[in-house]
């Protein structure tokens, strides 16, 4: 679903990065409607059918399914079993209000360019050849050079959800 993609803050974040000297140059492309179909929707449905047969406890069982289902499935753990992250998390939609401005229409476009030589610029094309447009999207008074959003921890279970059958 682009909704879940194609919005503000993962735009301001492709900017942020731009921005802190992450990337000299991002690009990025979304697929139009009724074309999305593509190679990890056939591997999630490969997970998805195995799963459904499978008895699964925690997440290492669930890791194992995901291994089992095909060879190209691999899995990734992105917190451990007593809900330490491996992998932190960060409030980037938190970080990122009052600091951007909205994309008009975003979502009628498909490709989105940003560059180091226009900082809190984003380019944007409906159609791969249509003529490109430019948004500045960072505000003027903002906050975002050299900063970081502050890390989403993870609350873990209630006793009462841990011992739900």
Known sequence: ?????KNRHVMAYLMWRVLNGLHE????????VGHTKFSPDWCFGLFKQLYRRTKVDSLADIAAVVDKSAKVNVPQLVGDQSGEPVVPVFNWAEYFDGEVHT???IKKYHHFSF????QGTVYIKPTHSSTEKH???LKEDHNLIGTFPAPIVPEGLSEE???YQ
Do not use: M, Y
């Open 1 to 5: 679903c682009s909704g879940q993609n």
């Open 25 to 32: 140059n991002i690009k990025i492309s979304f697929l139009i």
């Open 103 to 105: 994309i008009p229409g």
């Open 115 to 118: 560059s180091e030589d226009h």
């Open 135 to 137: 948004v500045t999207i």
């Open 161 to 163: 959800r841990q011992w």
